[in-house]
């Protein structure tokens, strides 16, 4: 049987996210054990294991009420979470309980300082990983206790996988983030499309995740910070905006190669203002 995956809304805006088999269940950051429970009684499942990405408490809750349930291991790379059965340490790779899916523990610090992704390159016919609240459709976690460079270097790490990867991350916020987006480049075509596609989804009450790379590359500002930082409108259209909203957070004509971190750290000191 080959593998499904599953997103379980909860709370206002998260997502559970579930790989089954039809067998066995793996569910990464549980924030309640309700949409968990529900979903293996209903069709059956075992769980197997469970992955947290960071410790805030919208992405471990449910692991006390879940854990009786858990045959296999709670898994995650920071001593903030509790109930933790096996401690990884990232960058390194594991091997899913009751299953052949090879799992790599990314460290995609920044949102927070231990925060980690995980990738597994052969879930599905594409790889899928699990990012948490570093990168979200069209825009990134906020910084909590990492750095702004260590967010940097995630989304650097993150945009080294295949471009048909599957993006799995913890919250429904793509329509806000392309809303900002466009707020800077708001003639630009391939955001106007998502978003178009992202506001039918949300309509209809369906998910705009998963995402992939491939389309983060065109629509998500701060991977487009990083690839093309000499765009040109794009780059007006930040320096507008940061006028308008940020006058005091200075220049961002700064040296070559300084010049993607500078457009991303803009990126992200606006979106806390808009
Ligand atoms: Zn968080």
Redesign the pocket.
């Given at each position: 049987m080959p593998y499904q995956l599953i997103a379980l809304p909860c709370r206002t805006d998260n997502y559970i996210w579930l790989i089954h088999n039809d067998t066995h269940a793996w569910v990464i950051d549980p924030s309640l054990a309700a949409p968990v429970r529900n979903y293996i009684v209903r069709h059956n499942l075992i769980l197997a294991d469970i992955l947290i990405?960071?410790?805030?408490h919208?992405?471990v809750e449910g692991i006390s009420e879940l854990a009786p349930l858990v045959t296999g291991r709670i898994i995650g790379d920071s001593e903030r979470i509790a109930g933790l059965t096996e401690r990884v340490h990232a960058p390194c790779q594991l091997i899913l309980s009751h299953s052949d899916i090879i799992v790599q523990v990314l460290p995609t610090a920044g949102?927070?300082f231990d925060?980690v992704s995980y990738y597994c390159p052969h879930l599905l016919q594409t790889g899928v990983l699990f990012c948490?609240?570093t990168l979200f459709s069209g825009g990134c976690?906020?910084i909590?206790d990492g750095t702004l460079q260590q967010l940097f270097d995630s989304f650097k790490r993150i945009m080294q996988l295949p471009d048909e990867t599957q993006i799995a991350c913890?919250h429904e916020y793509t329509e806000a983030n392309l809303n900002f987006a466009l707020a800077i480049q708001s003639s630009h075509l391939p955001t106007q499309n998502h978003l178009n596609q992202v506001k039918y989804a949300r309509a209809n009450g369906w998910a705009s995740l998963p995402s992939t790379l491939a389309v983060e590359k065109r629509i998500n500002p701060y991977c487009r910070a990083i690839m093309a930082p000499q765009d040109s409108d794009w780059k007006a259209g930040l320096k507008a905006l940061a006028a308008q909203y940020a006058p005091d957070l200075g220049t961002i004509d700064v040296s070559e190669e300084d010049l993607a971190f500078s457009l991303f750290s803009l990126c992200r000191a606006l979106k806390n203002r808009f």
């Open positions: 990405t960071h410790h805030h919208d992405h949102h927070t925060h948490g609240d976690g906020r909590f913890a």
